[in-house]
């Protein structure tokens, strides 16, 4: 399987990365936010669920870059930033405009009730497999909403 890249300019892309984001993991310590570039990147673990269709009983995760451009402020909350070793899980990626322009808040749901808030001048999201790739032996699962 190749490698992924993706970009994202608008809502419908930012859903196609959501859905390949599902399930990655990371360290706090690989999420950094630079104000003065307006850069907000995290080193994620991600599940490839692209490749779940070809090999059903043994899965992979692959290494991969999450970049968000022209970031204005960021926000979290349930994230121990001095807790640099915690793993979170990313569960969703999802964009609310503020109003009529592209600017609005990209909101990153993780599990345990934490999220990460980006204030953005517009929706810019780059994902790439960075080449590193591993057999792992258990699939994500969600439980079934009752």
């Known amino acids: 399987m190749a490698d992924l890249k993706l970009l994202a300019l608008d809502g419908e892309d930012l859903e196609v990365i959501s859905a390949h984001m599902q399930d990655s993991v ?3 310590d690989a999420v950094s936010y630079s104000a003065k570039t307006g850069l907000f990147t995290i080193g994620a673990n991600r599940f490839a669920w692209e490749t779940t269709a070809e090999k059903p009983k043994s899965f992979e995760r692959r290494r991969t870059l999450l970049v968000f451009k022209r970031v204005r402020h960021v926000r979290s909350v349930g994230i121990d930033r ?11 990626i999802r964009f609310s405009p503020a109003g009529e322009g592209p600017d609005g808040t990209i909101e990153l749901t993780l599990s345990g009730k934490a999220a990460i808030a980006l204030d953005v001048e517009c929706i810019e999201v780059q994902l790439a497999d960075t080449g590193a790739a ?11 909403a009752s």
């Open 82 to 92: 001095a807790s640099s070793d915690d793993v979170h899980s990313l569960l969703a």
């Open 26 to 28: 990371f360290r706090t």
């Open 134 to 144: 591993w057999e792992t032996g258990s699939k994500p699962r969600h439980p079934e």
